[in-house]
């Protein structure tokens, strides 16, 4: 069987239900420019990251899994000239290491999975940003909460609850940007062209009565539960701006993702002895 997420997201540029405006409007909260540094784990096809390296000219190393995608974003970022900035990383982001306080931000939109949900996620990204840098994690929360009892929370909270959940890991909440239904509907309405044609094409395929199933499965939970209930929002959370010890042992050194590039955290601090300035203005305002 094809992988059903590459057939139903063939048509996204970005995998979740967002626009570019509202990434950029993430990195103007960020206020990202040229000499920002950012890890985008789990980024897909690279929407999101294309979107950020093109409106401030800020490096970005993506991390992803899967193959496909990782083919498809590394030939959106060669289409739009942006091989200087964007690097994709094809790996399990639980076997990459993250290096400590090496980015001014670390994202994750859809995809807190990975780490067990919202807490695992937090705990596995704030350590490798500078201090005053920044996470940023796209999650769902629910509208109603309480839930009504037939419906499994999935791990999601309400958007205090998730709020909360950011203050816990020692994040200062700095900002939401949230999913509109319209943002909802036109990242479902994908699903269901890319899946309806792929049905379309393919409807001797073994596997087609199991797409389909998929397909419409989805599209019912969605009209009958999520869409009245389930928000979506990017949620920006600031590191304490105390200076952690390890920011100056020197391990950010060589990073893999940017050679020979001076440690974000190492910005933060100060000028390095070369006389190397580099401050964004993120490190600035941490300063
Ligand atoms: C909802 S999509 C979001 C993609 C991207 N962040 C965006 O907003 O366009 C979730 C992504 O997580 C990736 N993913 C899932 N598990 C992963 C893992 N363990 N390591 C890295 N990427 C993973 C999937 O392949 C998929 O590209």
């Keep these: 069987m094809p992988w059903f997420f590459a057939t139903a997201e063939h048509d996204h540029f970005i995998q979740n239900p967002t626009s570019p405006e509202k990434i950029r409007r993430v990195g103007e909260l960020l206020r990202l420019d040229s000499q920002s540094r950012l890890v985008d784990v789990a980024c897909g096809k690279g929407g999101p990251a294309i979107v950020l390296a093109e409106a401030f000219g800020c490096r970005i190393v993506g991390v992803e899994r899967a193959p496909v995608f990782v083919q498809v974003a590394r030939k959106r970022i060669a289409e739009a000239g942006l091989e200087s900035l964007i690097e994709v990383i094809e790996r399990d982001a639980r076997d990459f290491s993250l290096e400590p306080n090496a980015f001014d931000a670390a994202l994750c939109l859809g995809a807190s999975f990975i780490w067990d ?103 019912d939970q969605y009209l009958r539960v999520r869409r009245g209930l389930l928000g979506w929002g990017m949620f920006v959370g600031r590191t304490s701006r105390t200076v952690r010890i390890s920011a100056w042992n020197g391990v950010g050194k060589g990073s893999s993702c940017f050679p020979g590039g001076r440690p974000a955290a190492a910005r933060a601090a100060g000028p390095s002895a070369s006389g190397d300035e580099g401050a964004s203005p993120t490190s600035r305002a941490a300063a």
């Design 117 to 219: 949900g919202l807490d695992g996620t937090l705990a596995a990204l704030a350590p490798a940003v500078r201090p005053g840098g920044h996470v940023v994690v796209g999650e769902p929360f629910w509208r109603q909460w309480p839930l009504p009892d037939e419906i499994d929370p999935e791990g999601f909270t309400s958007l205090p609850g998730t709020i909360e959940r950011f203050q816990a890991a020692g994040l200062v909440p700095m900002g939401l940007i949230a999913a509109s239904e319209d943002d909802w509907d036109r990242y479902e309405s994908l699903h269901w062209r890319a899946l309806e044609d792929w049905l379309a094409e393919n409807e001797d395929d073994p596997d087609a009565d199991e797409i389909r199933g998929l397909h419409e499965e989805a599209r």
